[in-house]
Each structure stands twice: as C-alpha cells, then as structure tokens.
C-alpha cells in the first residue's frame, strides 16, 4: 500500500493498519535503529497490536470497496461511512451513536437494511469484543 495523498485527513483502521504492517515488514534487517525509530517502532508495534482486536483486522480492500458501494444509497458522509466501517455496528443503538440525525434521515427499515450490509459484506461476523472474557462470579 502506497500514500497517495500525504495532506488526507481521513484514513479507516484497515489502512492504517495494512502501512504500519508494510512498515514493519520492510524493517527488518535493517542496521540498529537510533533511539527515535526505536520510539517509532514501539509505537507502530502497539499500534498493530490493538488493531489486530478490531474488525479491521480480517477486511480486505474488496471487501471494503464492496461495503462502500453499498452504502451509496443511503447518503452517508465520508465520516460516518469511515465510522461504520471501523466499528461495524451490530444493533440499531449502534448505528444511531454514529451516524447524525439517523432518526431524521433513515427510516427503521432503512437501519435494518444497513445492518444487513454490514453482515453481508463482512460476512465472518466475528467482531472482536474487547472485554469478552466472561466475568467470574467470585470478582464480584
């Protein structure tokens, strides 16, 4: 993946991801880093680490344009298609934290059916919950 564009604002998790992935990898073998790439590469190792716990981690880039597509007759912002594509929501509640005004805009239909977009495009369905370790009843 090539930086088209070094002065866009708005880059998806997957992006993000797949450039520090390529960064990583053309690394290696290279001579003893100085103490700023090193801070660099601790970052970018964090970084990695907790994109691979999102959904970004199991996208591709034909997946997304797929997921993109369908979105256009739904007249979303560059912002809230970006939010829906990093969070992949699962509920109406969901959907109405991210996109403004979804009350006013889209009909209840129209959020079901972009639920059915999102399960659609990104089939597995395995959003990766954080916190999804059950909690053992004696830490209450």
Do not use: W
Request: charged share 30%; aromatic share 4%.
């Amino acid at each position: 993946m090539e930086v088209l564009d070094d002065s866009s604002a708005l880059l998806s998790n997957f992006e993000v991801y797949s450039l520090l992935k390529d960064l990583q990898a053309g690394q290696k073998g290279q001579k003893k880093p100085t103490k700023h790439q090193q801070s660099l590469a601790t970052i970018s190792y964090e970084t990695i680490k907790f994109l691979e716990k999102t959904p970004c981690s199991d996208q591709t880039e034909e997946s997304i344009s797929k997921f993109l597509q369908a979105l256009a007759p739904y007249k979303l912002t560059k912002a809230e298609k970006l939010q829906l594509l990093n969070h992949r929501p699962t509920t109406a509640v969901e959907i109405q934290l991210l996109i403004e005004e979804s009350e006013e805009r889209l009909t209840e239909e129209q959020i079901e059916e972009l639920l059915d977009v999102i399960a659609n495009c990104f089939s597995d369905g395995s959003v990766q919950e954080e916190n999804s370790e059950p909690m053992d009843e004696s830490q209450t």
